[in-house]
């Protein structure tokens, strides 16, 4: 069983990483393909996110 409480501050430390690779993608001098990683990776961030929420959830029943 997980600690709810602990997975909450994983999920801020999951939220806070992506909030870094949003700002980074609002560089005016963003080219294509750094645009398609940061998109990669904030889609891999939500992935991880919605995961572990959902393993929140199971805990919580």
């Known amino acids: 069983m997980i600690d709810v ?14 909030h870094g ?3 980074e993608g609002q560089s005016p001098m963003l080219t294509a ?10 889609r891999d961030g939500v992935q991880r996110v919605s995961r572990t929420m959902a393993d929140i959830a199971l805990t919580l029943g």
Do not use: P
């Open 5 to 18: 409480g602990e997975t909450f501050a994983v999920i801020a430390a999951y939220l806070e990483e992506m």
């Open 21 to 23: 690779v949003a700002v």
């Open 33 to 42: 393909d750094e645009g398609w990683v940061l998109l990669a990776s904030l």
